[in-house]
């Protein structure tokens, strides 16, 4: 099946500093969303992208669609403590969700102390 | 306020017997999903339903089974017969089959 590789897998972040983590896949992608999860919530939608090359930013995150449709990146600027958690790209193939998207392993924002 | 609840927040169970997760949403969502999470793992999808009265099997459906009598609703049972039912289960919806999904706050399930 479809796979998802999601880089990298954890990370420690300082305040202030700018974030980045990205997203591949093994085939071409449709559809890109971002999701956050804090400890023992559900994941909430950060960013939806659409098109290849497109350019997406919600307050500080910026989120790009690779413009050959295998990747996906997204960028957290001037990193806040609130910023831990776990980040998740999902991608689907084709423009329907459902059961066709599928999830990366997440990425673990840790605070630096 | 408008959203997916998911209830109970923990729950235990020993092993060999059935237990249902909670799922409801008041969005007025066609498409609603079950996922279960696992450390270091992608979400994985059990069963999804795109309608009233219609679901289908997902990715990992062995050993769990749902149903869907009201539009608001989409509970999950897992069964005896799942073999590693310890997990994270994670119930979303959306508004329709091509939209993005809106996630519940999850059930953390523990068998012992």
């Known amino acids: 099946g479809q796979q998802l590789n999601q880089s990298p897998q954890s990370m420690f972040i300082q305040e202030g500093e700018d974030v980045s983590m990205n997203c591949t896949s093994s085939?071409?992608?449709?559809?890109w969303l971002w999701y956050k999860q804090d400890p023992g919530e559900g994941p909430v939608l950060l960013i939806a992208?659409?098109?290849?090359?497109e350019l997406t930013s919600n307050g500080r995150l910026t989120a790009q669609f690779g413009i050959t449709r295998k990747d996906s990146f997204l960028n957290i600027s001037a990193s806040i403590p609130s910023d831990v958690g776990i980040y998740f790209c999902?991608?689907?193939?084709?423009?329907?969700?459902?059961?066709?998207?599928?999830f990366g392993a997440g990425t673990i924002l840790r605070v630096k102390s | 306020d408008g959203g997916i609840t998911q209830s109970p927040k923990y729950l235990f169970r020993k092993e060999g017997q059935n237990v249902t997760l909670s799922c409801e949403q008041n969005?007025?969502?066609?498409?609603m999903y079950w996922y279960r999470q696992d450390p270091g793992q992608g979400l994985r999808l059990i069963y999804y339903?795109?309608?009233?009265?219609?679901?289908q099997k997902g990715d990992i459906a062995e050993g769990y089974s749902v149903s869907r009598e009201k539009k608001e609703s989409f509970p999950l049972t897992v069964t005896s017969a799942q073999k590693n039912p310890t997990a994270f289960y994670l119930c979303?919806?959306?508004?329709?089959?091509?939209?993005?999904?809106?996630f519940g706050n999850g059930t953390r399930l523990t068998v012992t």
């Open positions: 992208l659409y098109k290849a090359g």
């Open positions: 085939s071409i992608f449709n559809t």
């Open positions: 999902a991608g689907a193939p084709r423009m329907e969700y459902g059961n066709k998207l599928v």
């Open positions: 979303a919806s959306s508004r329709s089959y091509n939209s993005p999904l809106h």
């Open positions: 969005l007025n969502h066609d498409a």
């Open positions: 339903s795109q309608i009233v009265n219609d679901f």
